[in-house]
């Protein structure tokens, strides 16, 4: 099966900015482009699909990376100025997945997956009169490449106590390298380095028992992201760098009474630490606390 088509997209941005000190300034961005798409699914057997991918998207700056005015973080206190120059970037991207189906409720899938960034937006922190100062420009292009598997196992062939529980996991793993913009002024620290916001792997996995009525659920979730370049530093600043946090979710329906049904959940159990280092320093780090909600659903 083929899935051939284009998505064409016009953008005409203005956005006006003032501070409280009376500055005002305008920055503008008007792009048309068409983004092609070709999709193949071949059928290889009853229980298992080659998928392949070949498409173009898009990634514009947000208001406030586009407005030449300075602000501050709501978090760090960092002072940060928008860029009118910034363009919209464009991202090429591959991706081929095998994917299999053995026995009803597995799934096992192996994916590869190759991205072309032209002009990324990145974040850049430097501290020319002691302070630190953010801004955003455009790298001239990157890459980024990687793999995927997927994986998804009933445990009832464990034994009766095992019935009704199912794992799955999926795991990432990612390189990117960008060549930078030097013309700018900025003296960046790292001439060859990652793309800012990319993690090396991202791991995902988890345990759900659904009863053989379906009233009752219950899912543990994990979740650990390797460290990723928050901002890329200027010279002679480190970049500064978001530390990996282990995170552990929990989901739990249960039957009430008749029609009602009852619903708790929790997040980030273990209350990691958010850390942002530069170097040997924490510039930034925080506990955001453990979050436990509950509820109830009523069906006529």
Do not use: C
């Amino acid at each position: 099966r083929v899935i051939a088509g284009a998505r064409v997209e016009t953008a005409d941005i203005t956005v006006d900015a003032s501070t409280q000190g009376g500055f005002t300034a305008s920055a503008a961005l008007r792009n048309t482009d068409v983004l092609p798409s070709l999709l193949v699914n071949g059928k290889l057997s009853e229980t298992q699909n080659l998928r392949f991918g070949a498409t173009r998207t898009l990634a514009r700056p947000e208001y406030r990376e586009l407005a030449p005015v300075t602000f501050r973080d709501v978090l760090g206190g960092v002072s940060v100025t928008g860029n009118a120059q910034l363009v919209r970037a464009l991202i090429d991207n591959l991706d081929l997945r095998w994917e299999a189906f053995p026995n009803e409720g597995e799934v096992v899938s192996v994916g590869v997956f190759y991205k072309r960034f032209d002009r990324p937006i990145e974040r850049v922190e430097q501290a020319p009169s002691g302070a630190y100062q953010a801004t955003y420009q455009n790298a001239v292009s990157a890459v980024n490449y990687g793999a995927e598997l997927e994986l998804r196992k009933p445990l009832g062939v464990m034994g009766d106590w095992a019935r009704g529980l199912t794992a799955f996991s999926n795991v990432t793993l990612m390189a990117s390298r960008v060549a930078l913009d030097t013309t700018s002024g900025l003296t960046v620290t790292d001439r060859e380095r990652r793309l800012v916001g990319q993690a090396p792997y991202v791991v995902n996995g988890g345990l759900t028992y659904a009863s053989e009525s379906g009233r009752t659920s219950a899912t543990v979730l994990y979740n650990v992201v390797g460290e990723r370049i928050f901002a890329a530093g200027v010279t002679p600043l480190p970049n500064i760098l978001e530390v990996p946090r282990h995170l552990v979710d929990l989901s739990f329906r249960f039957p009430v009474a008749g029609s009602l049904t009852g619903r708790l959940d929790a997040r980030n159990l273990l209350d990691a630490r958010t850390r942002f280092m530069q170097g040997t320093l924490e510039r930034e780090g925080f506990n955001s606390g453990r979050i436990v909600s509950m509820g109830f659903s009523w069906r006529p």
